[in-house]
């Protein structure tokens, strides 16, 4: 998922937006399916750095600000990627033990201090997940934590993904440590304020730390700074908000989900759909920022965050939405 110098000039160009009327046959048709999904809330595309669509179906309005869910995983990746940027961590291959002993709790099992940002940050740490049947136990601990570093192994560090807020949680401690900033005030500074977008507080763990990996809120054309960010090499207004050496690594396979099939990069599930490769943030109930390099193409789709959506449900809707209309859409005006 290499970025053209094509990318780059396309997408540093001021975005400006098309009116629904301008819309050619191809874009309807996206709006048509989109709206007949009846938890889809709202969904924006921008395509060479101009949006061609912007529609609110029901649920709150375009700019309100809404939960992004896990989402919020593929923020924490990024600030992951802002911190290497700055020093504050040496490489991915630190280990907690080097730049964050005071993490690991008492108790914890042999071998804990010995994972890696890397490991994090791909959810490849080894230890038994904090998400799906194991996520109310984790959230009623008394600290987060040192409750997901407490876990046993279920693999080996680095050989396979076990999807966890756990692990973002623990990573988005590692930051705030090794910065002396909050999760907060990361996201903001070094997100949010070049970005031009507001990232407003959402739940902290009974020590204070906000919660890495899960319950951010974000509005609709923020979800697609942030990618656009991302598509045109980690730069905004010609600021360079994180470089484009991580952008291009964090679209690079790492590992694969189990349940989705799906491989994963840093912070960003990646897929192919004929020809063109793209990179999916996901959140709980079908929140979505998707952005496809070759086609200078960012989507941003947000849902309601109370129903599921399952590989096998509502999210393989939105995969076909992604695969039959949007790309097909996208390839005709390119």
């Not at 989109?34 to 669509?53: C, F, K, N, P, T």
């Not at 914890?108 to 890397?118: C, K, N």
């Not at 039959?324 to 390839?331: E, K, S, V, W, Y």
Request: glycine share 12%; proline share 5%; aromatic share 8%.
């Amino acid at each position: 998922m290499t970025l053209t110098r094509r990318t780059l000039i396309a997408g540093a160009a001021a975005l400006t937006a098309l009116p629904l009327r301008a819309q050619t046959q191809p874009w309807q048709a996206v709006l048509d399916r989109a709206a007949s999904y009846d938890q889809l809330h709202a969904m924006a595309i921008h395509q060479e750095g101009r949006q061609v669509l912007s529609q609110a179906f029901r649920g709150p309005a375009v700019g309100r600000i809404v939960p992004i869910k896990s989402v919020s995983k593929t923020i924490v990746a990024a600030l992951t990627g802002a911190a290497l940027d700055r020093g504050e961590i040496a490489s991915l291959d630190a280990t907690l033990a080097d730049i964050a002993p005071g993490l690991i709790p008492t108790g914890a099992a042999d071998g804990v201090g010995q994972i890696t940002v890397g490991n994090l940050v791909t959810m490849q740490a080894g230890l038994e997940r904090t998400s799906g049947g194991n996520y109310g136990g984790w959230i009623a601990s008394r600290d987060w934590v040192a409750d997901a570093l407490q876990r046993p192994f279920v693999a080996t560090p680095g050989s396979s993904m076990q999807y966890s807020t756990g692990s973002f949680h623990i990573l988005g401690a590692v930051l705030s440590q090794v910065s002396e900033q909050s999760l907060l005030t990361l996201a903001q500074r070094r997100l949010g304020d070049p970005l031009g977008i507001e990232v407003p507080a959402w739940t902290r763990d009974p020590q204070g730390r906000y919660l890495g990996g899960n319950e951010m809120g974000l509005t609709l054309p923020a979800m697609v700074r942030f990618g656009e960010m991302y598509r045109i090499g980690g730069t905004w207004n010609g600021n360079q908000v994180l470089s484009t050496d991580w952008v291009d690594r964090s679209f690079q396979p790492r590992t694969r989900s189990q349940f989705s099939g799906l491989a994963y990069g840093y912070g960003w599930f990646l897929g192919e759909s004929g020809g063109d490769r793209y990179a999916l943030a996901r959140g709980y109930g079908g929140q979505i920022i998707c952005v496809v390099p070759s086609l200078n193409l960012t989507v941003a789709i947000t849902s309601d965050p109370m129903r599921p959506a399952r590989s096998d449900g509502y999210f393989g809707d939105l995969m076909r939405l992604l695969d039959q209309d949007i790309l097909p859409a996208a390839r005709a005006a390119a």
